[in-house]
């Protein structure tokens, strides 16, 4: 998604657009996505210091499959970890593969993950939602603001920045000109550390089925 100009924006706002939500490709190849999307989405009766140990452990997971990991606000109750990807995989297979990492972190953990979406599963834990990987499913990107009491602004971070979040919404519409100067400084390797899929999903046994 693009909006080229202040024009763009303007007409956004009459069309009350509150959130602008992106794909996981770009206009190269619509095929082949080029990331792939963790949403930590926390229950009901889930403390934020549990939402990011929950970043930590995905984190930590990913790099130990050789896979980068990038961290950002969403604006509302979690977090979103995004993995860029070598357009060399189907949405088949990028999708198979990011359940297959989740449902390995609800089974390794069920105290803290669950692997099937809906409110009554994840009462006191985490739905790490990878159905944002399929084809037409939508992420809210960087810098949208969230349809949500306050307003939140999902925002890149790094790392380094986890411990010091107060919540999903960190950062609001009264408060992201305090970020500005940042900006997506947090994420300046990200387009030079995509990665194929190949040899994280061989670490996991995971085999890729025909799209």
Request: with cysteine.
């Amino acid at each position: 998604i693009e909006v080229a100009g202040k024009q763009g924006l303007l007409s956004a706002a009459q069309w009350n657009v509150v959130e602008l939500h992106t794909q996981n490709c770009g206009t190269r190849s619509f095929e082949h996505p080029d990331r792939m999307v963790f949403d930590l989405d926390p229950g009901e009766g889930v403390p934020w210091v549990q939402v990011q140990e929950a970043a930590q452990l995905v984190h930590a997971f990913l790099s130990q499959l050789g896979l980068p990991a990038f961290l950002k606000t969403s604006g509302g109750k979690g977090l979103h970890v995004v993995v860029p990807v070598k357009r060399l995989h189907e949405w088949g297979t990028v999708k198979g593969f990011s359940q297959a990492i989740v449902r390995h972190m609800a089974k390794t953990i069920p105290q803290r993950f669950v692997a099937r979406s809906g409110p009554k599963n994840r009462v006191g834990r985490i739905f790490i939602d990878y159905l944002r990987n399929g084809p037409g499913a939508t992420t809210a990107c960087a810098w949208s603001t969230r349809a949500r009491p306050g307003l939140g602004i999902s925002v890149p971070v790094s790392w380094e920045e986890l411990a010091s979040l107060r919540g999903g919404d960190h950062w609001t519409v009264k408060t992201a000109h305090e970020r500005l100067d940042t900006g997506n400084e947090p994420w300046a390797g990200y387009a030079r550390s995509a990665k194929s899929l190949t040899s994280a999903m061989s670490a996991l046994g995971h085999a890729p089925s025909l799209d």
